[in-house]
């Protein structure tokens, strides 16, 4: 549930320092917090042995305080999975956070996006409205029927609602 933008891609390691550079850049002129730190990563053989562990970058940015981190965790390959979830903030960080991927792309870091709200790639400002308002409904929904929310994982991530348990 919930408005999020889905991101995987894979980046050159000769190419890891300009794309930080340009993340910082980005990010700055945006004014989102930005944190870098180097995580250990290990590959396992075929026979699962691990081999030895090498150093990748961890970015974390955070564009708004009502949205999950927008995260970038490379694999062994430099390869990133993830998503961040904008459905509580104001529309402009979502729209925001899709000019920084086509910001990446134009600098030739490309990255597929699949948007929940269905703006990318048309970039219809009157869809990402009509599905926002659609999910707002839905979590209506499940409020009326007893779930709680959102509420904020130690991590950062939001839960837009749960059911808690019967006590």
């Known amino acids: 549930m919930g408005l999020a933008i889905l991101y995987s891609g894979t980046i050159k390691s000769e ?3 300009q794309f930080l550079e340009l ?5 700055g002129m945006r004014n989102w917090p930005i944190t870098v730190a180097e995580q250990s990563v290990v590959e396992k053989s075929l026979f699962g042995l691990v081999k030895k562990p090498v150093l990748r970058p961890f970015i974390r940015i955070e564009p708004d305080e009502d949205c999950d981190p927008l995260c970038f965790t490379f694999d062994i390959n430099w390869k990133v999975d993830d998503f961040v979830k904008t459905s509580f903030a104001d529309i402009e ?3 925001s956070i899709i000019e920084l991927f ?3 792309s134009a600098a030739g870091f490309r990255f597929e996006i699949l ?9 219809d400002n009157a869809v990402l409205e009509r599905n926002r308002l659609k999910f707002f409904e839905m979590l209506e ?6 779930a709680v929310g959102p509420f904020k994982t130690p991590e950062g991530r939001i839960v837009d609602c749960y059911y808690p348990e019967n006590e």
């Open 15 to 17: 190419k890891a320092k």
């Open 115 to 123: 948007d929940d709200s269905e703006y990318y790639p048309s970039k």
């Open 102 to 104: 086509e910001s990446f």
């Open 141 to 146: 929904n499940e409020y009326e029927k007893g």
């Open 93 to 95: 960080i979502h729209k």
């Open 23 to 27: 993340v910082r850049s980005e990010c």
